[in-house]
């Protein structure tokens, strides 16, 4: 298998690097990926086509392994590096191969193109490219569920899961669709993480990424109720309630930085942070010396 990491383009102009960083910000995503450990034999390569690339090349000879092995791997390598280098990294991934050959790289750069249509900063894999031909992922659902999560709305979260598993989605794909759904709130969360920075990378591994976890639920119900429990734990870990309200604003400054340029509601950023609007918005404004009932980019301090 081959995986194309590519540096988006606005990690030159959203983050604290610009574009003549880019053999610094390279060396650096070699390092992490090369730290990783992986139950796969891997070999790091730059790409000459593309600077702002590097290929990662995956094999083993147990084919059922290897697609195991490296969605926990990269998984793994999009975490740490969105999180530590804080920056927008999309990762396009080729299917299993026989031989390591021109079509393997063909798939994985078509899989990346697809952030093309789907947004930048996430995890593509072939395999879901022609099942989404074939199957219409809940885009809505997901998107809300996102939200849902960030406003640790719990009962909204049971119900849009509930919704995302029903069957006018599933209709006759239901093991594709799951597999596929199950990938792209893995990938959210995981994003949502990193934006609080949270450090959950063994959670993840523990509770979404091991062997055939989908496979262990008798029924759709047993599932909705694994997914919602297991966002639970993960939030639980992140611990952001405990933390002191100044360490609460610094993660919300944080927050509203790499969501530029975004307008954010202060009843969200409220709740996002385990506070009550007024609380916050004293707290905000005697930190920032801003007004009004949306906080506007970008943020002056």
Sequence with gaps: MLAIL??????????TFSYQDIDVLKFSV?????????????????????????????????????????DKFLMDVYSKITKLLSISLTIGISAVGDTVNSSLYEQARETLNTRLLYGENKI?????????????????DLN??????????LSSIKV???????????????????????????????????????????????LLLTEDVVNQFENIDELVAYLYSTILKIFDYGTIKDLDYKSRMTLCIQYLEQHYPEQIAVNDLAARFHMTSSYFSTLFKKRNGQNGSKISYPVTY
């Design 6 to 15: 590519n540096i988006d383009g606005k990690s030159y102009y959203q983050s």
């Design 124 to 140: 593509y894999k072939y395999e879901n490219q022609s099942n989404k031909a074939k199957i219409a992922l809940p885009l809505n």
């Design 160 to 206: 849009v899961l509930q919704d995302i598993f029903s069957r006018r989605y599933m209709k006759d794909h239901t093991s594709t669709y799951i597999r596929m759904v199950w990938f792209e709130i893995t990938n959210l969360l995981i994003k949502i993480c990193n934006d609080l920075s949270m450090d959950t990378v063994s959670l993840f591994n523990q």
């Design 30 to 70: 070699v390092n992490i990926c090369d730290d990783i450990a992986c139950d796969c034999k891997k070999e790091i390569i730059h790409n000459l086509k593309d600077r702002n690339q590097t290929l990662i090349l995956c094999y083993h000879k147990s084919p059922h392994t290897l697609k195991h092995a490296v």
């Design 144 to 153: 809300l569920l996102q939200k849902s999560i960030e406003r640790y709305d």
